[in-house]
């Protein structure tokens, strides 16, 4: 008899490998697919490093309530793994005073009695002289962020998915799902029965989604990762400068930066947003603009960094219109989970979205109030 199982998740990044994860830990049999050879640098979880912070503002508390957690189970799966997945910089957020980017972000966390500290346009300048913002520049501290090693996390929620007793297939492509009370997962390799199945599909979503009858408003975006040389070495290096997130203005002008860590000497800085890309078709695409705003802001803001990238990579954000993302049961067929759109910021917080689509898929009462992460927040006057 051909084995069924408990659940098959799609989407070995790092949503799916977390909620995998979940599931085994949860005696659930479970298959995890991946389209393409792991390790891969064509969806969103690749690299080796993402930001892990607590505050957010206030249209991100929901988030900011769940990094609590999600600190403890990053250091759950490090300590499991025996491999370092997190080292502390602090975070710095800079943005113009009074604007609500730089009032959100102390007023979530004081709301969640979470430590920072305020800086004047003064104290930014006597504690960090490398920067050069506008006098109006305010800053706040959040001294518990700092970087995630993204590609080792990934391959620990593998590892530890795989030691549990879980089966993991890389290579095979999804070419067709037959839902049902068991769903039938069709790949180039052969075919799965589960009782569940979970959608991690990245960008893919705005593909696959669509032809399970559900329409989102979902965009794959290409953000550019570029890293710059310091003119001066150590200036901007992970012993003594923090995490950055800076926002003047609108999040048009959201950007993030995290001290020199994978490549010596080079500070990774990055523009938020990006062209609307097809993830099949990623590099068929001008983002030229990107880097020519990106550079200028370098040039304006790090006077101590040389205003053209060394090394130009590259990532692909699934956006939604809120920034929110999408947790929910398929509309009508509820034995098939999504989880999409995480907008860029969701790294972070895997192990908690793990948990939840894992929650979702054993009928379990949510741990959060899921109801920012619902599908139907896009289909208010209808069913879908």
């Keep these: 008899m051909e084995q069924v199982y408990d659940a098959i998740v799609v989407g070995a990044g790092i949503m799916g490998c977390s909620t995998a994860y979940h599931l085994v ?19 969103s979880s690749h690299g080796q490093s993402r930001i892990i912070r607590r505050a957010y503002g206030t249209e991100g508390d929901h988030f900011t309530e769940m990094m609590p957690e999600a600190y403890k189970l990053w250091n759950t ?12 910089t602090g975070i710095l957020f800079c943005g113009t005073e009074g604007e609500p980017f730089m009032t959100d972000v102390p007023k979530s966390l004081r709301k969640h009695s979470m430590s920072f500290t305020s800086l004047d346009s003064s104290a930014l300048r006597e504690k960090y002289p490398m920067l050069r913002y506008p006098s109006d520049t305010v800053a706040v501290e959040d001294q518990s962020g700092g970087i995630l090693f993204s590609d080792k996390s990934l391959a620990a929620f593998q590892k530890e998915f795989v030691k549990n007793g879980g089966t993991l297939r890389d290579n095979e492509p999804v070419v067709d799902v037959l ?47 570029f890293y710059w040389k310091e003119k001066i070495p150590g200036t901007y290096g ?15 002008n959201h ?31 001008d983002e030229s603009w990107v880097l020519k705003k990106t550079s200028a ?13 060394a090394i130009v990579e590259s990532c692909i954000y699934t956006v939604t219109p809120d920034h929110n993302c999408i947790l929910d049961r398929h509309p009508t ?14 790294f972070k917080l895997a192990p908690v979205v793990g948990k939840l689509l894992c929650e979702l898929v054993m009928n379990r009462k949510p741990s959060y109030d899921m109801s920012p992460f619902r599908i139907d927040r896009f289909h208010k006057s209808s069913k879908l």
């Excluded at 799966?77 to 502390?88: A, I, K």
């Excluded at 992970?238 to 048009?252: A, K, L, T, W, Y």
């Excluded at 370098?298 to 205003?307: A, R």
């Design 255 to 285: 950007y993030y930066g995290i001290p020199c860590h994978e490549y010596p000497g080079l500070f990774k800085f990055c523009y938020h947003l990006g062209p609307e890309v097809d993830p099949d078709n990623r590099d068929d695409v």
């Design 333 to 346: 067929m509820r034995n098939i989970v999504i989880g999409a759109g995480f907008s860029g910021h969701g």
């Design 25 to 43: 830990k949860n005696n659930q049999r479970t298959l995890l697919l991946e389209q393409f050879p792991l390790p891969h640098t064509r969806g």
């Design 297 to 309: 802001c370098v040039e304006n803001n790090f006077p101590l960094l040389e205003p053209v990238p």
């Design 179 to 225: 839902p049902g009370d068991i769903v039938i997962v069709k790949t180039n390799n052969g075919s799965y029965r589960g009782r569940n199945l979970v959608l991690t599909v990245g960008p893919w979503a705005t593909k696959v989604l669509p032809t399970l009858g559900v329409q989102l408003p979902l965009k794959a975006v290409r953000v550019g990762v």
């Design 238 to 252: 992970v012993d003594n400068f923090p995490v950055i997130i800076q926002e003047f203005g609108s999040r048009h």
């Design 77 to 88: 799966l490090q300590r499991d793994s025996g491999t370092p997945l997190f080292r502390r």
